[in-house]
């Protein structure tokens, strides 16, 4: 018996070693047949003013991949776009991506960075190298000039045209960074049209109409429409400042939670370009006058669409932003505008610089103009409904006693807060105790018919038959 075990030993020991080893073989084979791994090779992307960016990515050792990816960064943004792309054929040497600069429409100046990933059945990935592109607008020849942070570009005019523009810009920057304490270290491009139907294309189609210019934050660019007789325009004066304000702006409240409202932003731009004049002046008081004065809260995010609302809402803006200053110094505003660069909500901002919430600093500014509270408009908090006698019964007394301590003897009674339902008063009561009386008899006739049901299956044995 002991040779027999040892024999059967030794032969098991063999199996085992065999199947070890085919079993390394197999995984050799399958690691062998899934190492290939592709080849990328320099990415490129070709863009045109009002064309589709290609891009494009050579790749070779391509082998079967069940997703293919385009990632799009836009800007200095952190996370990129992701489109799934249909998985190229076998054999394929290069993936493409065409992207539509209309939908949604793409600014000039605005930089792109790209990549490709791939993912295998296996779930391995490979990420492409980036290709950086700008999307500009080639459909003129810009002349450049710079200084410091500022590049101006323009196409028809002078060379002393771009002189003053760069001049009036850099200003415009100073007395921003001034204000708000900051210091810009990044380009500023501020690009000069002097077609309006150009100066329209280039801004898209939703740019409401009569606006001579545009700043936006996230690619650093401020758009203009000054033709070359206009330079001297005291127009041009208002309009570069206002727009590069907003640069500087953003620049002293980035954060990635929350932006300030939309009136503390513009009315600091007029604030700064033009000041509080005596036409906004005039519109604030005939505003109050007439009781279409709008309130701050609905001033947060869009202006109005309507010419006169859309005008009104940047007067008040700056009223707001002179009002603050002359109550509460302007300290008190370089404060607000840096509190808001630690993400903080709108209250926490102005009652960490000014002491008291944003609603307290509306009713502070309407008092200071003798304006009573606008008068809200759209959906309306519902009236409150009908109160059943006993809830406002004291302890103790009956629903007829009146109401308890505490609660305002003086109020509408019950019907008069609104019609009377179904169930309401003491036709309520008795049907409440007729369906409480009702749930007890059906409680009891419940336990009944579980205890007889118990006790018939205790006298039937395993088999269906009596325990005899």
């Given at each position: 018996m002991t040779a027999m075990r040892e024999s059967w030993g030794s032969r098991a020991g063999r199996w085992r070693a065999a199947t070890l080893v085919a079993i390394g073989i197999l995984a050799a084979g399958a690691g062998s047949a899934t190492a290939a791994e592709p080849t990328f090779g320099t990415p490129s992307a070709e863009a045109s003013f009002g064309r589709p960016i290609e891009f494009r990515q050579p790749v070779s050792d391509l082998g079967p991949v069940t997703r293919v990816e385009f990632l799009l960064w836009v800007a200095d943004g952190t996370v990129p776009t992701v489109r799934l792309v249909p998985p190229p054929g076998p054999g394929a040497t290069t993936l493409g991506f065409s992207l539509d600069v209309e939908a949604p429409h793409l600014l000039p100046n605005t930089p792109l960075t790209a990549r490709w990933r791939l993912t295998a059945a296996d779930g391995r990935t490979w990420l492409g190298p980036p290709v950086h592109v700008v999307y500009a607008d080639d459909r003129f020849r810009w002349q450049t000039r710079a200084s410091g942070v500022v590049r101006v570009h323009w196409v028809e005019g002078d060379p002393a045209f771009g002189a003053r523009a760069l001049r009036i810009a850099e200003d415009a920057v100073a007395a921003a960074e001034a204000l708000f304490g900051v210091h810009e270290e990044r380009p500023i491009d501020f690009f000069i049209y002097a077609d309006q139907a150009a100066f329209y294309d280039a801004l898209g189609p939703g740019t409401r109409e009569n606006v001579g210019g545009q700043a936006n934050a996230a690619i650093r660019t401020l758009f203009a429409q000054i033709g070359p007789g206009l330079l001297d325009s005291p127009w041009v004066g208002v309009?570069?400042?206002?727009?590069?304000?907003?640069?500087?702006?953003?620049?002293?409240?980035?954060?990635?939670?929350?932006?300030?409202?939309?009136?503390?932003?513009?009315?600091?731009?007029?604030?700064?370009?033009?000041?509080?004049?005596?036409?906004?002046?005039?519109?604030?008081?005939?505003?109050?006058?007439?009781?279409?004065?709008?309130?701050?809260?609905?001033?947060?995010?869009?202006?109005?669409?309507?010419?006169?609302?859309?005008?009104?809402?940047?007067?008040?803006?700056?009223?707001?932003?002179?009002?603050?200053?002359?109550?509460?110094?302007?300290?008190?505003?370089?404060?607000?505008?840096?509190?808001?660069?630690?993400?903080?909500?709108?209250?926490?901002?102005?009652?960490?610089?000014?002491?008291?919430?944003?609603?307290?600093?509306?009713?502070?500014?309407?008092?200071?103009?003798?304006?009573?509270?606008?008068?809200?408009?759209?959906?309306?908090?519902?009236?409150?409904?009908?109160?059943?006698?006993?809830?406002?019964?004291?302890?103790?007394?009956s629903p007829q006693a009146g109401p308890s301590a505490g609660i305002d003897a003086s109020g509408p009674s019950p019907t008069a807060r609104g019609p009377a339902l179904p169930g309401d008063g003491a036709g309520a009561d008795v049907g409440r105790g007729v369906a409480v009386v009702g749930l007890v008899l059906l409680g009891l006739a419940a336990v009944g018919v579980g205890l007889a049901l118990r006790r018939r299956r205790r006298s039937i044995g395993p088999g269906g038959g009596g325990e005899g």
């Open positions: 309009v570069i400042p206002h727009e590069l304000t907003h640069l500087v702006f953003d620049t002293a409240v980035r954060n990635p939670y929350h932006f300030p409202p939309r009136w503390l932003n513009e009315g600091l731009a007029v604030y700064l370009s033009e000041g509080y004049g005596s036409s906004d002046r005039s519109a604030v008081a005939a505003a109050v006058r007439d009781g279409t004065l709008q309130p701050l809260s609905g001033l947060t995010a869009q202006f109005p669409t309507r010419q006169e609302a859309f005008f009104l809402a940047y007067s008040e803006s700056v009223a707001a932003v002179d009002f603050l200053v002359r109550r509460f110094g302007r300290d008190a505003l370089v404060r607000l505008v840096r509190a808001y660069a630690g993400g903080v909500t709108d209250d926490e901002a102005f009652r960490a610089a000014l002491g008291v919430d944003l609603a307290g600093f509306e009713a502070a500014w309407l008092a200071d103009l003798g304006a009573p509270p606008p008068t809200r408009y759209g959906p309306q908090p519902a009236p409150p409904g009908p109160i059943p006698d006993d809830w406002r019964a004291g302890p103790g007394s």
